[in-house]
């Protein structure tokens, strides 16, 4: 294949891929006036529900400037030769490849990171301030903005280091190197994101003695699990939205209850919603999507190590002078609709996992108080209780309330 027909498809690629997810926000959008159904007309009084909409229309119309924006920048980007002249102006600096590719990436995120950051800033300070949700000041603003630079310049950068070196040192066979420290990596940051990472943005503290505690700990006792990490972070810092999840495994494995949460739910409610997230730890559920992602990440490694050498990828950017870094590039806009299909089977596999969590939660504790805490959520989160088929099937990692309920409910 000629580098000018490799362009094209990857011109098309982009475009298509964009008016796929344009179809799929239109067809949930028509669905925002639908009748509410019978069994979730308690989680909205008149006015909740009509600021639900105006909320949910709102930020789909932020939606397409968003992703138009993008579009027409990334177009424009490669159109132009933008490739070319990031390459030159990293080739002008050192000869290293390692260097070379550090500056390239890092000059391309960075500058796309600033571009966006009016989008996020009117998000934040505009939207979500509107309807009641941010809890964001301006100084946290800027430095979660400096901390996410940061992490990316060190975990990103030593990452494509990594990956970079082995290219170097090994040829096509880099991607076996590449994907044991990945899969390494993948297994430390499950373990230590909640010990390591979160820190740095969030403070988290024990959760106190008292009656949430002791009921947390007599449920977890019930079923077998031994849970000595019960921690509250404090979520409320940016949002009023609420949330809890499970990490790590072993000695490190921990619950995490947003301040929000606790502020929200009652204690009963709460509890349902750990028995929910104990059920993925009791089936399995962390260790089976930490495996598929595995296996997902070594099977786009293989693919691009059949690739990434061919001059034609960097020559369909423009660039005359093969490299790693723009192969890479290129082959990661090429395999986006694969990427597409292998997302669309994770959400159906975290759908399922997640009915049967609420089964777990429904048969060791009790279905109502966790219905009526998903009921809250949505409300209080202003969620969209009649999202179309489509775009759940496409973009939903967690079924839909109507459905939760029902599966809940044995109706």
Do not use: C
């Not at 805490?373 to 969620?383: E, F, V």
């Amino acid at each position: 294949m000629n580098p000018e027909t490799l362009y094209y498809i990857i011109l098309a690629v982009i475009v298509l891929d964009f008016l796929v997810d344009k179809v799929l926000d239109h067809l949930n959008a028509k669905h925002f006036d639908d009748t509410v159904p019978q069994e979730l007309a308690d989680v909205y009084d008149d006015d909740a529900y009509q600021k639900s909409q105006a909320y949910k229309k709102e930020r789909y119309r932020f939606g397409i400037v968003t992703s138009t924006f993008s579009l027409v920048l990334t177009l424009g980007f490669i159109i132009l030769g933008g490739f070319p002249w990031v390459d030159g102006i990293a080739r002008s600096i050192s000869d290293n490849p390692i260097i070379v590719a550090l500056i390239f990436f890092g000059i391309i995120l960075l500058g796309s990171d600033i571009l966006t950051t009016p989008f996020s800033w009117y998000s934040t300070f505009v939207i979500e301030e509107k309807y009641g949700f941010n809890k964001t000041t301006k100084k946290t603003f800027w430095l979660d903005k400096l901390k996410s630079w940061l992490m990316m310049s060190i975990i990103g950068g030593g990452i494509l280091a990594a990956i970079i070196w082995f290219y170097e040192f090994a040829g096509n066979d880099f991607w076996w190197y590449t994907w044991i420290v990945l899969a390494l990596f993948a297994v430390f940051m499950n373990m230590f994101y909640a010990r390591l990472i979160v820190p740095i943005f969030n403070k988290q503290t024990p959760l106190e003695e008292g009656s949430l505690r002791n009921k947390i700990e007599s449920y977890a006792k019930n079923v077998g699990f031994k849970l000595d990490n019960i921690f509250v972070i404090d979520g409320s810092k940016r949002s009023t939205k609420a949330n809890a999840y499970f990490s790590g495994f072993g000695r490190e494995k921990r619950i995490t209850l947003f301040d929000t949460l606790i502020n929200d739910l009652e204690e009963e409610e709460i509890v349902a919603v750990l028995a929910h997230e104990v059920g993925h730890y009791k089936k399995k559920h962390i260790i089976v999507n930490l495996a598929a992602s595995v296996l997902t990440t070594g099977f786009t490694l293989w693919l691009l190590s059949l690739f990434v050498d061919s001059p034609v990828l960097s020559q369909a950017l423009g660039v005359e002078i093969p490299s790693f870094h723009v192969g890479l590039v290129a082959f990661g806009i090429l395999y986006s609709p694969i990427s597409e299909i292998t997302g669309l089977l994770m959400n159906l596999i975290s759908r399922k996992f997640e009915y049967q969590a609420d089964d777990f939660a429904r048969k060791t504790y009790s279905a109502q108080p966790l219905i009526s805490g998903l009921k809250k959520l949505s409300g209080n989160n202003l969620s969209n209780l009649t999202p179309h088929k489509a775009y759940v099937f496409v973009h939903y990692s967690h079924p839909p309330l109507l459905q939760r309920y029902r599966n809940l409910t044995g109706a």
